[in-house]
């Protein structure tokens, strides 16, 4: 078992890389890195329950909750060795696998946790209903009702730029319970069964075509008061461990991933004789970015490293604004550089125009680089507002 080999690192890596070439060998990276939608779904829920196989899907989580208990050190392999490997990604199951635990562990009770956290690594997918159409940067003006009948709250109310919504059956979602008090006073954090009658979940279409989140309308959607997380108008609270819980292992997934995608793009244009590799211009961009890319990976280590001592970090906003644009730009440069037929054929990715588009997403996703620069200003150098 490779868990048995976690106190010697390096076998414990090198167990890693011979599991995950071996249940995810390089050569077939194409077939998971070019589907979208619901063959993505399957190819995920694949991938994840091959790892539980060998305890490498929640190695982070604690022991009592299926996990296997691992520190940073064992995740930066994990992390590592199946980005180099070009293995199947998690992001399908992101909400599940990095927002349920970071809520439900802390603040779910016994029976939330016992009946919610095993159908992680089983591949029950989740979406988080936080933004709604008057309710983003500004979340605390959310206005999706609950009102209590019974034993059971009463939802009304819309939802949107839900990622997964039409894939997933369980919903982390956030509704006012109470209109007569300050906006974060009346907020209640409640999982939401997406199978209930009155849900209704509509795709919105991106400008690359896919549509990977979407709208969810509910209308007198009943939820059993035990599917409240934490004390009824304390969700404000709760949405703050859902929202922390972003920082770190995920962030470090992506980077190590994007990494490989910038060696790829590079071997790629060796193989194909690319022309770009002989205009300066173009060489001293990519190699610009190139250590952008790195120095983004240095970072974000020193991000997992530090304390969380619950004081203010400007860390996570730094790397999320280095990062997104950075994506940003390689995917112009991609774009640029492999022109026009590549839109239409890929080695081992999606065509570069559909992965530049999707860039664009992340600037404004978990908090919108705007805003990220109102927290490094405000809160991180103590400048005045205005
Ligand atoms: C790809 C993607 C995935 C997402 N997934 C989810 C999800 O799963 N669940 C979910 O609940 N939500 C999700 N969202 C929604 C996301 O959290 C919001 O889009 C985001 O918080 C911004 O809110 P908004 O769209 O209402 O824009 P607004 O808040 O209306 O902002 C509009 C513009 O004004 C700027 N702005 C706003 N306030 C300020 C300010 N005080 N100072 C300076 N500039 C400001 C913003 O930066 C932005 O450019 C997702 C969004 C994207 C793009």
């Known amino acids: 078992m490779i868990l048995d080999l976690k106190d010697d690192l390096k076998a414990f890596r090198e167990a890693v890389r011979a599991w995950v070439h071996e249940t995810a060998p390089p050569e077939r990276a194409h077939e998971w890195h070019i589907p979208k939608g619901p063959e993505l779904v399957d190819i995920q829920r694949w991938w994840l329950a091959e790892r539980h196989k060998v305890g490498l899907a929640i190695p982070n989580w604690p022991v009592d909750y299926g996990g296997a208990g691992l520190g940073l050190e064992h995740m930066i392999i994990i992390t590592d060795e199946f980005a180099r490997a070009r293995s199947p990604g998690n992001d399908m199951f992101v909400i599940s696998m990095n927002h349920v635990p970071g809520t439900l562990i802390p603040h779910g009770s016994e029976a939330q946790k016992k009946r919610y956290l095993p159908g992680v690594p089983a591949g029950e997918l989740w979406c988080q209903g936080f933004s709604e159409p008057g309710a983003g940067s500004d979340l605390a003006s959310l206005k999706t009702r609950a009102v209590r009948d019974g034993?059971?709250?009463?939802?009304?109310?819309?939802?949107?730029?839900?990622?997964?919504?039409?894939?997933?059956?369980?919903?982390?979602?956030?509704?006012?319970?109470?209109?007569?008090?300050?906006?974060?006073?009346?907020?209640?954090?409640?999982?939401?069964?997406?199978?209930?009658?009155?849900?209704?979940?509509?795709?919105?279409?991106?400008?690359?075509?896919?549509?990977?989140?979407?709208?969810i309308f509910m209308t007198d959607v009943r939820i059993p008061v035990e599917n409240l997380i934490g004390a009824e108008n304390n969700g404000w609270a709760v949405s703050q461990s859902t929202l922390s819980s972003e920082r770190g292992v995920l962030?470090?997934?992506?980077?190590?991933?994007?990494?490989?995608?910038?060696?790829?793009?590079?071997?790629?244009?060796?193989?194909?004789?690319?022309?770009?590799?002989?205009?300066?211009?173009?060489?001293?961009?990519?190699?610009?970015?190139?250590?952008?890319?790195?120095a983004s990976r240095q970072q974000l280590r020193a991000l997992?490293?530090?304390?969380?001592?619950?004081?203010?970090?400007?860390?996570?906003?730094?790397?999320?604004?280095?990062?997104?644009?950075?994506?940003?730009?390689?995917?112009?440069?991609?774009?640029?550089?492999?022109?026009?037929?590549?839109?239409?054929?890929?080695?081992?990715?999606?065509?570069?125009?559909?992965?530049?588009?999707?860039?664009?997403?992340?600037?404004?996703?978990?908090?919108?680089?705007?805003?990220?620069?109102?927290?490094i200003a405000e809160r991180g150098l103590v400048m005045p507002r205005g």
């Open 251 to 294: 962030s470090f997934d992506g980077a190590e991933r994007d990494m490989m995608f910038l060696t790829d793009i590079y071997k790629q244009a060796r193989s194909d004789k690319a022309a770009w590799l002989d205009d300066p211009e173009m060489r001293r961009e990519f190699i610009t970015m190139f250590a952008e890319m790195q």
């Open 304 to 375: 997992l490293q530090e304390p969380h001592d619950g004081g203010f970090s400007m860390t996570p906003s730094l790397v999320k604004m280095a990062r997104t644009t950075l994506n940003n730009r390689i995917g112009a440069f991609r774009s640029r550089a492999e022109g026009v037929t590549s839109q239409y054929h890929d080695h081992t990715y999606r065509a570069p125009m559909y992965e530049f588009l999707e860039t664009f997403g992340s600037v404004i996703s978990g908090g919108s680089n705007e805003i990220q620069r109102n927290l």
């Open 151 to 215: 034993d059971h709250y009463v939802i009304n109310g819309q939802k949107i730029w839900s990622t997964n919504s039409m894939y997933a059956s369980q919903c982390l979602l956030l509704v006012r319970t109470d209109p007569t008090v300050k906006k974060h006073a009346g907020i209640s954090y409640l999982i939401m069964d997406m199978n209930s009658p009155g849900v209704e979940v509509r795709p919105i279409r991106k400008s690359n075509g896919a549509s990977n989140f979407g709208e």
